[in-house]
């Protein structure tokens, strides 16, 4: 009798074991993807899922905005490949689809604004090295029209599926936005300033 008591504590502490388990993959699982997603609000994401391949000024790897400066900010819609909403593989190439787009902070764009491309953009073909060989959309938006308000560290884009704006795709990028000189960039400047100095006296 006393076997088989242990035998059934044996099979529900192995199976509560398990089933901890499972909840802790899943927990980790969900965090993960919350950590790799910023938060949207359901209905955003429902008419607005993130399949979209974005570099914010491709030319900038730190991807600095200074509202105080810039009057204009450049980001390269890639081509990407995904599954969409009806469960059918879907290529989205910037180059082929109708110029629908707006850019900025997240809530802007959440209620409808954002920043419009000041033209059509501009087809930038692959560098002869480049690995997926593929066309980008270039497109220039202006600053003041985004939304920001100084230390945001992500940038939005929207692609409308049609002119009622209400669905359609989203991408997002690392941006460091501030307005006027960020500390850490003007310590380094005064830093260099001053070491030039001290080079210029010890020549003299």
């Known amino acids: ?8 504590s044996n099979d529900s502490t192995k199976s509560a074991t398990t089933t901890r388990r499972r909840l802790l993959k899943g927990a980790l699982g969900t965090a993960a993807t919350a950590a790799a997603v910023p ?3 359901s209905v955003a994401a429902a008419h607005f899922p993130v399949q979209l391949a974005i570099d914010i000024q491709p030319e900038n790897a730190e991807n600095f905005i200074d509202l105080s400066e810039h009057d204009t900010i450049t980001v390269a819609v890639e081509q990407s490949e995904f599954v969409n909403n009806d469960g059918d593989s879907e290529t989205f190439d910037p180059t082929e689809r109708a110029v629908r787009y707006r850019f900025g902070s997240r809530l802007v764009l959440e ?3 954002g920043a419009r491309p000041v ?3 501009e087809i930038k073909e692959p560098d002869d090295d480049a690995a997926d ?3 980008s959309l270039v497109l220039t938006f202006p600053v ?7 230390g945001e560290e992500t940038a939005w884009l929207y692609w409308e599926r049609d ?3 209400d669905h ?3 991408g997002f990028d690392s941006v460091r936005v501030y307005r006027g000189q960020p500390a850490s960039r003007s310590l380094i400047e005064q830093l260099q300033r001053l070491l030039s100095g001290e080079t210029a006296s010890s020549s003299n």
């Open 163 to 165: 002119d009622s704006g």
């Open 111 to 113: 209620d409808g604004e």
């Open 1 to 8: 009798m006393k076997e088989r008591q242990s035998a059934t």
């Open 119 to 121: 033209d059509e953009g």
């Open 168 to 170: 359609g795709y989203a």
């Open 39 to 41: 938060s949207l609000s």
């Open 144 to 150: 003041d029209e985004m939304g920001f308000d100084g």
């Open 133 to 135: 060989g593929q066309a």
